[in-house]
C-alpha cells in the first residue's frame, strides 16, 4: 500500500489520493479484512506525501457579482444569448451546483409573488432526495434572474421538462445541457470580457454567489440557506476571501 502511494504521488494531487486511500479503506472494512490503510508506515507515507506535494486544492475564481454583469453586458439578442444569461443568472443567484443547476425541469418551479421558488429534488449532499425549496426574488436591477428565465422558457418554447437544453447551430432547442457544459460557457463569456478563462469554472457561479454575499454583509446562514453547504465550515473560504479587505487595517492608514 506504502509503495502504491508512493507512485500514485508521481502522477496525483494529495487531494486526489486520500480519496483513493479512503476508498481502498472502505474496501476492505467491507470484506471484514485487515485494514493496511489503518497501518503506521502507511500514514507515515501519506503525512510525507502532503508535505511534498501540498494539500492546497486549485479553486475557481469566484465569478462576483461585478463580473457577472460584465459578463451579461456583453450579451446580444441570439437565443443562445437569451439561454445563457438566464443560466448563469439562475445559477448565480440560487448558488447551485453545475449537477442542479443543469437538473432543474420547468415542473420544479413555482411562481409567487416575490418572484419564484424552485424545488431541488436531489443534490450532491441529499443523496436520500428529501428535496429542499430555494427562493430566487425579482431582481431590483436591470439584470432580473425571474425575468430571464421566464423570457428563455418563452423564446425557446419549453412548457416542461428540462429547462436548460443545447441547442444545435440552427438555434433549434435539443436535449438537456451537461454539467460540462456550464463551464464551457462560464469560460468563455467571462473571456470575452478580457480575463483569463483558465481561472474560472461551472463552480464558479456557485462561489460567486457566496463571495458576493459575504462582501456584501449577509450572514453566513442566510447564504447556507440558499447554497444548501451543511456548515459554516463549508462557506469559511469564501467567507474569508470576503473579510480580506472588510475592516482593513491598511484602508484606516493610506
Sequence with gaps: MAEYLAVQSKVAKAATISRRLAALSKAHAALGVSNPVRSELVRATMRGIRRTLGIKQREAKPLLKEDLFDILDGTGSRL??????????????????????????????????????ITLRRSKTDQESRGRKIGVPFGRGRWCPVRALEEWLHVASISSGPIFCSLNRHGHVLERMSGEAVSLIVKERIGKTG???????GHSLRAGFATSAAIAGVSSYSIRQQTGHASDAMLERYIR??????????AAIL
Design 80 to 117: 443562445r444569448d437569451v439561454r445563457d444569461r438566464a443560466l448563469l443568472l439562475i445559477g448565480f443567484s440560487g448558488g447551485f451546483r453545475r449537477s442542479e443547476l443543469v437538473g432543474l425541469n420547468v415542473e420544479d418551479i413555482e411562481h409567487v409573488r416575490q418572484g419564484i421558488v
Design 195 to 201: 480575463q483569463d478563462a483558465s481561472l474560472f469554472s
Design 241 to 250: 476571501k470576503a473579510d480580506i479587505f472588510r475592516d482593513n487595517a491598511v
